[in-house]
């Protein structure tokens, strides 16, 4: 069967799950991340850090700041055992 979806209708899918989780102010991003204010928007300016303009407000997407925290993690990570941790696990 052939996917007939554009590459449109895609990248709209993955906005659609980006802003999901919630969107920030600049400051609660800027607090989140322990950032200051000029190097998130210069993540933003570069295309590094997706955003969105509602009004005169930037917003962003909160996905966006954890996807960009864990993408700059360092050294080996534990990977949890199974049945515990956050995910489907009894941890908490």
Same mark, same amino acid.
């Given at each position: #069967? +052939?996917?007939?979806?554009?590459?449109a209708?895609?990248?709209?899918? $993955?906005?659609? *799950?980006?802003?999901?989780? &919630?969107? #920030?102010? +600049?400051? @609660?991003a *800027?607090a989140?991340?322990?950032? &200051?204010?000029?190097?998130?928007? &210069?993540l #933003? @300016?570069? !295309?590094?850090?997706?955003y969105a303009?509602?009004?005169?407000?930037?917003? +962003?997407?909160r996905?966006?700041? *954890?996807d960009?925290?864990?993408? $700059?993690?360092? !050294?080996t990570?534990? *990977?949890?055992?199974? &049945?515990?941790g956050? +995910?489907g !696990?009894? !941890?908490g």
């Amino acid at each position: #069967m +052939i996917d007939h979806r554009s590459q449109a209708d895609d990248q709209r899918d $993955h906005r659609k *799950v980006l802003v999901q989780d &919630g969107l #920030m102010t +600049i400051r @609660e991003a *800027v607090a989140f991340l322990r950032l &200051g204010r000029s190097t998130l928007y &210069g993540l #933003m @300016e570069r !295309g590094d850090l997706p955003y969105a303009c509602i009004g005169a407000r930037r917003l +962003i997407p909160r996905r966006a700041l *954890v996807d960009l925290a864990a993408s $700059h993690l360092r !050294g080996t990570l534990p *990977v949890p055992a199974a &049945g515990t941790g956050p +995910i489907g !696990g009894r !941890g908490g």
